[in-house]
């Protein structure tokens, strides 16, 4: 079976510049979240999508980060403009909806704002 | 968010010594999860604890989801280097996820 897939590994952009990224999720789970793990720390969640819609976005930072689900499969999280302390990695997990509702995670988005 | 608190902050062991961990927070979760995380990937997940008091191993690994529902412990018996990482406590709620700080586990040959 195929794991949660994101891209790109690493990023390195200026700030003030636009990022996005992209995530595929485990066939089958309803649900995807969006992670930040700043160096030292655990992972944040960021958003989470049950199908195409949003569950909780209480922790995005609305202002400059966005994320969709359109077709409710593969998602994308995108930065603008980024500041310095969005560095960090951004990682993608998926679970199912029900019983045994586990994450898996992607490898993670490494992203420098220099 | 929910705070859980992870002790120790780092460890560092002789290879083949035993480890423990352990996670508390101030909520009560329906799960308890534990992953591992290597550098520069993501983190795997370890152990899925269902029931309070429940003691599940995989290979050298046992964990135990508190009975209080509060608190879950990670057990590794004869440390190996492989082991090295950082060891994160994942709380349940519904379908949301809470991580703790993690503990860092180095281990010396």
């Known amino acids: 079976e195929a794991g949660v897939a994101q891209s790109p590994r690493y990023k390195i952009i200026e700030k003030r510049q636009s990022v996005a990224f992209w995530c595929n999720p485990i066939?089958?789970?309803?649900?995807l979240y969006w992670y930040q793990q700043i160096l030292g720390q655990g992972p944040k969640l960021l958003i989470q999508?049950?199908?195409?819609?949003?569950?909780?976005d209480s922790q995005l930072p609305k202002d400059r980060f966005s994320a969709e689900r359109l077709k409710g499969v593969d998602s994308t999280l995108k930065i603008q403009p980024a500041k310095l302390e969005d560095s960090a990695v951004y990682l993608c997990?998926?679970?199912?909806?029900?019983?045994?509702?586990?994450?898996?995670f992607g490898q993670g988005t490494r992203l420098t704002v220099v | 968010g929910q705070q859980l608190n992870q002790s120790p902050q780092s460890m560092f062991i002789q290879e083949g010594e035993d480890v423990s961990m352990n996670c508390t927070s101030s909520?009560?979760?329906?799960?308890w999860l534990w992953y591992k995380q290597d550098p520069g990937e993501g983190p795997v997940l370890l152990i899925a604890?269902?029931?309070?008091?429940e003691l599940t191993s995989n290979g050298r690994l046992t964990a135990q989801f508190g009975i209080t529902r509060k608190d879950s412990f990670l057990n590794i018996s004869a440390s190996i280097p492989s082991d090295v990482g950082i060891y994160f406590c994942?709380?349940?709620?519904?379908?949301?996820?809470?991580f703790g700080t993690g503990t860092s586990l180095t281990v010396i040959p």
């Open positions: 999508f049950q199908n195409n819609g949003v569950v909780d």
């Open positions: 994942a709380g349940q709620l519904g379908n949301q996820f809470y």
């Open positions: 604890l269902y029931k309070a008091g």
């Open positions: 997990a998926s679970s199912f909806v029900g019983t045994n509702t586990e994450a898996f």
């Open positions: 066939s089958g789970h309803a649900t």
């Open positions: 909520s009560i979760f329906n799960t």
